[in-house]
């Protein structure tokens, strides 16, 4: 079964508003990351978070990580049309040489 | 985009025969990884290589194998293409385990 799971499935807002995303996830991590898919594309590697941070900023994101509740979230501020994508929240499982993905959140942003 | 190739893009191809799909690195990175990505389901991990011929399975392994015999190429082998192999696969690599995968741009694989 999928190691994490994003909530809501899909999201549709207005441009300028805040777009919030949430993973949560089932074993214990040594990171937890996250990925933008434009269509038809490959996914691009936005945001790590390790185990031991509690919030991680990078320009418009913010993410949050809560090990005790195995969850984690991410903020998208004032968003813009081009942040229209799908976005994946990844776990580097503990004791494991792979990375494994949810199944995404699809985000649309409204003009 | 950091440097991996997959090949072919798109390919067509009937119910019972093999296919091979291709992932070829510049960058050197020691981890490469298959998914599969359908919807419903996100990205699925098919087997990773952890080395020059170091490999296990993933999560969606049976009817898949791979080779990796160079560092720089990573194979995914369907040995008879089902229907149900009809999917996007993704190769990504990662310089070491745990930190950020760069991912291919993706093949389109339809078995009909």
């Known amino acids: 079964s999928q190691q994490g799971e994003e909530d809501p499935q899909a999201l549709s807002i207005q441009e300028g508003e805040n777009a919030t995303m949430n993973c949560s996830y089932k074993?214990?991590?040594?990171?937890l990351q996250w990925y933008r898919q434009n269509s038809g594309r490959g996914l691009v590697h936005l945001i790590l978070i390790r185990s031991n941070e509690r919030e991680k900023h990078s320009g418009r994101l913010r993410v949050t990580l809560d090990t005790s509740k195995k969850s984690s979230s991410l903020l998208i501020t004032a968003s813009r049309a081009a942040d229209t994508a799908s976005y994946f929240c990844a776990t580097d499982v503990e004791g494991a040489q792979k990375l494994v993905f949810g199944q995404g959140t699809r985000l649309t942003i409204n003009p | 985009d950091a440097g991996i190739t997959q090949s072919p893009r798109h390919k067509v191809t009937e119910t019972g025969t093999p296919v091979t799909l291709r992932c070829h690195q510049t960058?050197?990175?020691?981890?490469m990884y298959w998914y599969r990505q359908d919807p419903g389901h996100g990205l699925r991990l098919i087997h990773y290589?952890?080395?020059?011929?170091?490999?296990d399975k993933g999560e969606v392994s049976d009817g898949y194998s791979v080779s990796r015999s160079k560092t720089e190429d990573f194979l995914l082998t369907l040995e008879s293409a089902t229907s149900s192999q009809t999917s996007v696969y993704f190769c990504a690599i990662s310089e070491t385990q745990g930190p950020e995968a760069f991912f291919g741009q993706g093949t389109r694989l339809t078995v009909v």
């Open positions: 074993t214990s991590i040594n990171n």
């Open positions: 960058e050197n990175h020691r981890y």
């Open positions: 290589s952890y080395g020059v011929k170091d490999t």
